[in-house]
Protein backbone atom coordinates (compact mmCIF):
# COMPACT_ATOMS: atom_id res chain seq x y z
CA UNK A 1 0.00 0.00 0.00
CA UNK A 2 1.18 3.46 -0.92
CA UNK A 3 2.02 6.16 1.66
CA UNK A 4 -0.21 8.57 3.44
CA UNK A 5 0.91 12.12 1.65
CA UNK A 6 0.00 15.01 4.03
CA UNK A 7 0.58 18.31 2.12
CA UNK A 8 1.59 20.86 4.69
CA UNK A 9 0.68 24.08 3.98
CA UNK A 10 2.72 27.52 4.55
CA UNK A 11 2.04 31.22 4.64
CA UNK A 12 4.22 33.94 4.63
CA UNK A 13 6.76 31.67 5.52
CA UNK A 14 5.02 29.64 7.95
CA UNK A 15 3.69 26.75 8.99
CA UNK A 16 -0.43 26.69 9.25
CA UNK A 17 -1.33 25.48 12.05
CA UNK A 18 -3.36 22.35 10.14
CA UNK A 19 -0.46 21.30 9.05
CA UNK A 20 0.49 20.30 12.24
CA UNK A 21 -2.89 18.95 13.38
CA UNK A 22 -2.66 16.53 10.49
CA UNK A 23 0.29 15.20 12.45
CA UNK A 24 -1.95 13.78 14.83
CA UNK A 25 -4.39 11.77 12.52
CA UNK A 26 -2.27 10.88 10.02
CA UNK A 27 0.33 8.30 11.92
CA UNK A 28 -3.05 6.54 13.18
CA UNK A 29 -4.23 6.31 10.07
CA UNK A 30 -1.19 4.99 8.66
CA UNK A 31 -1.30 2.47 11.39
CA UNK A 32 -4.84 1.19 10.66
CA UNK A 33 -3.98 1.02 7.32
CA UNK A 34 -0.49 -0.69 7.48
CA UNK A 35 1.71 2.46 5.72
CA UNK A 36 3.53 5.04 6.70
CA UNK A 37 2.99 9.21 6.47
CA UNK A 38 5.10 11.34 4.35
CA UNK A 39 5.04 15.29 4.42
CA UNK A 40 4.85 17.40 0.96
CA UNK A 41 5.82 20.53 1.01
CA UNK A 42 5.35 22.80 -2.47
CA UNK A 43 7.14 26.29 -2.16
CA UNK A 44 10.77 28.38 -2.88
CA UNK A 45 12.95 28.40 -0.10
CA UNK A 46 11.51 25.14 1.88
CA UNK A 47 14.41 24.26 4.07
CA UNK A 48 13.39 25.65 7.30
CA UNK A 49 9.75 24.62 6.98
CA UNK A 50 11.13 20.89 5.62
CA UNK A 51 13.21 20.18 9.10
CA UNK A 52 9.74 21.47 11.22
CA UNK A 53 7.48 18.87 9.03
CA UNK A 54 10.63 16.27 9.77
CA UNK A 55 10.63 16.54 13.27
CA UNK A 56 7.35 14.41 13.27
CA UNK A 57 9.44 11.75 12.30
CA UNK A 58 8.77 11.67 8.61
CA UNK A 59 9.96 11.64 5.38
CA UNK A 60 9.52 15.23 4.04
CA UNK A 61 9.40 14.98 0.20
CA UNK A 62 10.34 18.96 -0.96
CA UNK A 63 9.18 20.81 -4.49
CA UNK A 64 11.56 23.77 -3.84
CA UNK A 65 11.22 26.24 -7.02
CA UNK A 66 10.64 29.53 -7.45
CA UNK A 67 7.65 28.74 -9.89
CA UNK A 68 6.33 27.94 -6.44
CA UNK A 69 7.25 31.05 -4.61
CA UNK A 70 3.69 31.86 -4.23
CA UNK A 71 0.40 29.81 -3.74
CA UNK A 72 -1.17 28.91 -7.24
CA UNK A 73 -3.76 26.28 -6.88
CA UNK A 74 -3.28 25.11 -10.49
CA UNK A 75 0.52 24.70 -10.00
CA UNK A 76 -0.19 22.84 -6.94
CA UNK A 77 -2.94 20.74 -8.57
CA UNK A 78 -0.63 19.95 -11.45
CA UNK A 79 2.10 18.87 -9.11
CA UNK A 80 -0.34 16.67 -6.32
CA UNK A 81 -1.46 14.89 -10.09
CA UNK A 82 1.94 14.03 -11.44
CA UNK A 83 2.86 12.93 -7.62
CA UNK A 84 -0.44 10.59 -7.25
CA UNK A 85 0.81 9.15 -10.86
CA UNK A 86 4.35 8.24 -9.50
CA UNK A 87 3.58 7.70 -5.94
CA UNK A 88 0.63 5.89 -6.11
CA UNK A 89 -0.35 7.26 -2.35
CA UNK A 90 -2.78 5.30 -0.51
CA UNK A 91 -4.37 9.09 0.71
CA UNK A 92 -3.54 12.16 0.17
CA UNK A 93 -4.80 14.56 2.89
CA UNK A 94 -4.60 18.39 2.55
CA UNK A 95 -6.25 21.29 5.10
CA UNK A 96 -9.49 22.39 4.65
CA UNK A 97 -8.65 25.44 4.11
CA UNK A 98 -9.03 28.23 1.04
CA UNK A 99 -6.01 26.80 -0.26
CA UNK A 100 -7.16 23.32 0.21
CA UNK A 101 -10.60 23.49 -1.17
CA UNK A 102 -9.14 25.37 -4.06
CA UNK A 103 -7.60 22.43 -5.62
CA UNK A 104 -8.79 19.36 -4.21
CA UNK A 105 -12.39 19.22 -6.29
CA UNK A 106 -10.58 19.50 -9.25
CA UNK A 107 -8.31 16.96 -8.66
CA UNK A 108 -10.52 14.42 -7.90
CA UNK A 109 -12.52 15.40 -11.23
CA UNK A 110 -9.25 15.38 -12.67
CA UNK A 111 -7.64 11.56 -11.62
CA UNK A 112 -11.15 10.37 -11.30
CA UNK A 113 -10.46 9.72 -7.37
CA UNK A 114 -13.43 10.09 -4.28
CA UNK A 115 -12.44 13.08 -1.96
CA UNK A 116 -14.29 13.58 1.73
CA UNK A 117 -14.05 17.31 2.44
CA UNK A 118 -14.22 18.61 5.34
CA UNK A 119 -13.26 15.40 7.49
CA UNK A 120 -13.00 15.57 11.52
CA UNK A 121 -12.53 12.54 12.38
CA UNK A 122 -10.89 9.32 10.00
CA UNK A 123 -10.63 5.42 10.60
CA UNK A 124 -9.77 2.59 8.53
CA UNK A 125 -10.95 -1.15 9.32
CA UNK A 126 -12.22 -3.91 7.15
CA UNK A 127 -10.53 -2.58 3.97
CA UNK A 128 -12.74 0.41 3.99
CA UNK A 129 -11.61 3.99 5.09
CA UNK A 130 -14.41 5.75 6.91
CA UNK A 131 -13.96 9.74 7.31
CA UNK A 132 -16.59 11.58 9.59
CA UNK A 133 -17.99 14.91 8.68
CA UNK A 134 -19.94 17.08 10.52
CA UNK A 135 -23.75 18.85 9.58
CA UNK A 136 -26.28 21.40 9.96
CA UNK A 137 -23.16 23.35 11.52
CA UNK A 138 -21.93 20.46 14.22
CA UNK A 139 -25.40 19.51 15.72
CA UNK A 140 -25.22 15.75 13.57
CA UNK A 141 -22.10 13.73 12.58
CA UNK A 142 -22.34 11.70 9.00
CA UNK A 143 -20.05 8.97 8.65
CA UNK A 144 -18.75 8.69 4.69
CA UNK A 145 -17.08 5.18 3.72
CA UNK A 146 -14.93 6.07 0.81
CA UNK A 147 -15.59 3.37 -2.50
CA UNK A 148 -12.58 1.69 -3.27
CA UNK A 149 -9.86 3.56 -5.16
CA UNK A 150 -5.98 3.71 -5.29
CA UNK A 151 -6.12 6.65 -3.69
CA UNK A 152 -8.50 8.81 -1.20
CA UNK A 153 -8.50 12.23 -0.68
CA UNK A 154 -9.33 14.34 1.58
CA UNK A 155 -9.28 17.48 3.00
CA UNK A 156 -9.26 17.99 6.97
CA UNK A 157 -10.71 20.40 8.77
CA UNK A 158 -8.61 23.06 10.73
CA UNK A 159 -8.78 23.22 14.57
CA UNK A 160 -10.63 19.91 14.98
CA UNK A 161 -7.75 18.08 16.75
CA UNK A 162 -4.66 19.17 19.11
CA UNK A 163 -1.77 19.33 17.16
CA UNK A 164 1.13 16.75 18.89
CA UNK A 165 4.53 17.73 20.07
CA UNK A 166 7.18 17.09 16.97
CA UNK A 167 10.42 15.56 19.06
CA UNK A 168 11.24 12.85 16.38
CA UNK A 169 13.39 12.88 13.37
CA UNK A 170 12.34 12.30 10.28
CA UNK A 171 14.47 13.13 6.78
CA UNK A 172 13.74 15.26 3.83
CA UNK A 173 14.26 14.84 -0.01
CA UNK A 174 13.87 16.66 -2.56
CA UNK A 175 11.97 15.92 -5.67
CA UNK A 176 12.33 17.52 -8.97
CA UNK A 177 9.26 19.55 -9.88
CA UNK A 178 7.03 18.09 -11.88
CA UNK A 179 6.03 21.56 -13.41
CA UNK A 180 8.89 22.98 -15.60
CA UNK A 181 7.39 26.24 -16.59
CA UNK A 182 5.00 29.43 -15.61
CA UNK A 183 1.45 28.80 -15.89
CA UNK A 184 -0.08 32.09 -17.51
CA UNK A 185 -3.60 31.49 -17.24
CA UNK A 186 -3.71 32.21 -13.54
CA UNK A 187 -1.18 34.50 -11.89
CA UNK A 188 -0.81 35.29 -8.20
CA UNK A 189 -0.64 39.38 -7.98
CA UNK A 190 -0.15 40.63 -4.57
CA UNK A 191 -0.22 39.41 -0.88
CA UNK A 192 -2.91 41.74 1.29
CA UNK A 193 -2.29 41.30 5.38
CA UNK A 194 -5.91 42.12 6.55
CA UNK A 195 -6.13 45.53 8.17
CA UNK A 196 -6.00 45.62 12.18
CA UNK A 197 -8.71 48.01 13.29
CA UNK A 198 -8.43 50.21 16.65
CA UNK A 199 -8.54 46.84 18.47
CA UNK A 200 -6.40 44.16 18.21
CA UNK A 201 -8.58 41.26 19.37
CA UNK A 202 -5.51 38.57 18.88
CA UNK A 203 -3.53 40.41 21.75
CA UNK A 204 -6.76 40.47 24.06
CA UNK A 205 -6.29 39.36 27.49
CA UNK A 206 -10.17 39.15 28.10
CA UNK A 207 -13.20 38.83 25.20
CA UNK A 208 -17.12 39.21 25.23
CA UNK A 209 -18.23 37.78 22.10
CA UNK A 210 -21.92 38.41 20.91
CA UNK A 211 -23.51 36.36 18.77
CA UNK A 212 -27.10 36.37 16.42
CA UNK A 213 -28.63 35.89 20.11
CA UNK A 214 -27.84 39.91 20.66
CA UNK A 215 -30.85 40.20 18.42
CA UNK A 216 -30.66 44.09 17.61
CA UNK A 217 -27.62 46.67 18.28
CA UNK A 218 -29.90 48.51 20.97
CA UNK A 219 -28.96 45.72 22.96
CA UNK A 220 -25.05 46.67 22.54
CA UNK A 221 -24.67 48.63 25.34
CA UNK A 222 -25.43 45.70 28.35
CA UNK A 223 -22.15 43.70 26.20
CA UNK A 224 -19.92 47.23 26.61
CA UNK A 225 -21.00 47.56 30.54
CA UNK A 226 -19.96 43.72 31.57
CA UNK A 227 -16.96 44.38 28.54
CA UNK A 228 -16.20 47.59 30.73
CA UNK A 229 -16.25 46.11 34.07
CA UNK A 230 -13.82 43.33 33.56
CA UNK A 231 -11.81 45.74 31.09
CA UNK A 232 -12.42 43.46 28.07
CA UNK A 233 -12.65 43.88 24.13
CA UNK A 234 -15.68 42.89 22.43
CA UNK A 235 -15.70 40.42 19.74
CA UNK A 236 -18.23 38.32 17.86
CA UNK A 237 -19.82 35.85 15.51
CA UNK A 238 -19.68 36.53 11.65
CA UNK A 239 -23.60 37.19 12.29
CA UNK A 240 -22.70 39.80 14.57
CA UNK A 241 -20.40 41.32 12.23
CA UNK A 242 -22.64 40.80 9.30
CA UNK A 243 -25.58 42.54 10.98
CA UNK A 244 -23.12 45.53 11.51
CA UNK A 245 -23.59 45.57 15.83
CA UNK A 246 -19.35 45.13 15.42
CA UNK A 247 -16.98 45.92 12.99
CA UNK A 248 -15.49 43.03 10.83
CA UNK A 249 -12.08 43.36 12.12
CA UNK A 250 -13.66 41.67 15.83
CA UNK A 251 -15.32 38.85 13.78
CA UNK A 252 -13.88 35.09 15.09
CA UNK A 253 -13.19 32.31 13.00
CA UNK A 254 -12.36 30.70 9.85
CA UNK A 255 -12.73 34.00 8.14
CA UNK A 256 -12.21 36.14 11.03
CA UNK A 257 -9.65 36.07 13.04
CA UNK A 258 -7.76 33.29 15.65
CA UNK A 259 -7.98 34.48 19.48
CA UNK A 260 -6.00 33.50 22.02
CA UNK A 261 -7.35 35.42 25.38
CA UNK A 262 -7.16 34.05 29.07
CA UNK A 263 -11.28 34.54 29.25
CA UNK A 264 -13.56 34.16 26.57
CA UNK A 265 -16.77 35.06 26.93
CA UNK A 266 -19.48 33.65 23.98
CA UNK A 267 -23.05 34.83 24.50
CA UNK A 268 -25.74 34.19 22.20
CA UNK A 269 -23.53 32.33 20.11
CA UNK A 270 -24.01 28.64 18.88
CA UNK A 271 -21.21 27.89 18.06
CA UNK A 272 -20.67 26.70 14.82
CA UNK A 273 -17.28 25.01 13.45
CA UNK A 274 -16.12 28.14 11.81
CA UNK A 275 -16.42 30.57 15.12
CA UNK A 276 -15.23 27.56 17.33
CA UNK A 277 -12.13 27.17 14.87
CA UNK A 278 -11.18 30.69 15.64
CA UNK A 279 -10.97 31.06 19.50
CA UNK A 280 -10.30 27.16 20.29
CA UNK A 281 -6.94 28.71 21.65
CA UNK A 282 -8.97 30.36 24.28
CA UNK A 283 -8.09 29.34 27.91
CA UNK A 284 -10.83 29.71 29.70
CA UNK A 285 -14.31 29.70 27.95
CA UNK A 286 -17.52 30.57 29.22
CA UNK A 287 -20.58 30.28 27.42
CA UNK A 288 -23.87 32.05 27.79
CA UNK A 289 -27.07 30.34 25.48
CA UNK A 290 -30.18 29.58 26.11
CA UNK A 291 -30.07 26.71 23.71
CA UNK A 292 -28.65 23.66 26.41
CA UNK A 293 -27.58 21.54 22.91
CA UNK A 294 -25.64 24.60 21.15
CA UNK A 295 -22.48 22.95 20.01
CA UNK A 296 -20.20 26.00 22.12
CA UNK A 297 -20.87 24.21 25.49
CA UNK A 298 -18.77 21.71 24.06
CA UNK A 299 -15.92 23.86 24.36
CA UNK A 300 -17.13 25.63 26.97
CA UNK A 301 -15.25 25.50 30.96
CA UNK A 302 -18.66 27.53 32.33
CA UNK A 303 -22.01 26.55 30.70
CA UNK A 304 -24.63 29.18 32.00
CA UNK A 305 -28.02 27.86 29.81
CA UNK A 306 -29.93 30.65 30.07
CA UNK A 307 -31.09 34.20 28.72
CA UNK A 308 -28.46 36.32 28.28
CA UNK A 309 -30.20 39.52 28.90
CA UNK A 310 -31.38 37.94 32.12
CA UNK A 311 -28.10 36.59 33.14
CA UNK A 312 -25.12 39.27 31.74
CA UNK A 313 -26.76 42.36 34.05
CA UNK A 314 -26.48 39.86 36.79
CA UNK A 315 -22.57 38.77 35.65
CA UNK A 316 -21.62 42.59 35.19
CA UNK A 317 -22.95 43.37 38.72
CA UNK A 318 -21.25 40.39 40.17
CA UNK A 319 -18.17 41.38 38.80
CA UNK A 320 -18.46 44.74 39.94
CA UNK A 321 -18.72 43.89 43.02
CA UNK A 322 -16.22 41.52 43.10
CA UNK A 323 -13.78 44.41 42.16
CA UNK A 324 -15.09 47.05 44.39
C1 LIG B 1 -17.26 29.93 4.57
C2 LIG B 1 -17.84 30.34 5.89
C3 LIG B 1 -17.02 31.02 6.77
C4 LIG B 1 -17.56 31.40 8.02
N1 LIG B 1 -16.74 32.05 8.88
C5 LIG B 1 -17.21 32.35 10.11
C6 LIG B 1 -16.37 32.98 11.07
O1 LIG B 1 -15.20 33.30 10.82
N2 LIG B 1 -16.90 33.24 12.29
C7 LIG B 1 -18.18 32.93 12.63
O2 LIG B 1 -18.57 33.19 13.77
N3 LIG B 1 -18.99 32.35 11.73
C8 LIG B 1 -18.55 32.08 10.48
N4 LIG B 1 -19.39 31.52 9.58
C9 LIG B 1 -20.81 31.43 9.89
C10 LIG B 1 -21.17 30.27 10.81
O3 LIG B 1 -21.42 29.12 10.03
C11 LIG B 1 -22.43 30.59 11.61
O4 LIG B 1 -23.49 30.89 10.73
C12 LIG B 1 -22.25 31.76 12.58
O5 LIG B 1 -21.11 31.55 13.39
C13 LIG B 1 -23.47 31.85 13.45
O6 LIG B 1 -23.34 32.94 14.31
P1 LIG B 1 -24.09 32.94 15.70
O7 LIG B 1 -23.63 31.79 16.52
O8 LIG B 1 -23.95 34.30 16.27
O9 LIG B 1 -25.62 32.79 15.26
P2 LIG B 1 -26.64 31.52 15.37
O10 LIG B 1 -26.00 30.32 14.84
O11 LIG B 1 -27.88 32.02 14.79
O12 LIG B 1 -26.74 31.35 16.93
C14 LIG B 1 -27.38 32.24 17.78
C15 LIG B 1 -27.40 31.57 19.15
O13 LIG B 1 -27.92 32.48 20.09
C16 LIG B 1 -28.71 31.76 21.01
N5 LIG B 1 -29.63 32.72 21.61
C17 LIG B 1 -30.65 33.38 21.00
N6 LIG B 1 -31.24 34.22 21.86
C18 LIG B 1 -30.56 34.08 23.03
C19 LIG B 1 -30.69 34.68 24.32
N7 LIG B 1 -31.64 35.61 24.56
N8 LIG B 1 -29.86 34.30 25.29
C20 LIG B 1 -28.90 33.34 25.08
N9 LIG B 1 -28.74 32.76 23.89
C21 LIG B 1 -29.54 33.13 22.88
C22 LIG B 1 -29.37 30.68 20.20
O14 LIG B 1 -29.76 29.59 21.02
C23 LIG B 1 -28.28 30.32 19.21
O15 LIG B 1 -27.51 29.23 19.68
C24 LIG B 1 -18.90 31.12 8.35
C25 LIG B 1 -19.69 30.43 7.45
C26 LIG B 1 -19.18 30.04 6.23
C27 LIG B 1 -20.07 29.29 5.28
Redesign the pocket.
Known amino acids: MGSILVLAEHRQGVLRDVSYEMMAVAPKLAEQMGTDVVALLIGSGMDELAKKMAAFGIKVLVVDDPLFKDFNADKYQKVLSALIDDLKPAVVMTGHTAQGVDFMPALAIEKKLPLVADAISLEYAGGTLKATRQLY ?1 GKANAVMAFKPAATYLLTFREGAVEAPDASASGSVEKLDSPLKEDLSYRKFIEYVEAEVGDVDITQSDILVA ?6 EDKNLPLVEELAKAIKADIA ?7 AGWIPHDR ?7 AVKPKLYI ?10 I ?2 MKGAKTVVA ?4 PE ?3 FSVADYAIV ?6 VPKLTEKLKELKG
Open positions: SVGRGLKGSRAATDQVGTSGKAMGISGAFQHAGINKDAPIDDMFKI
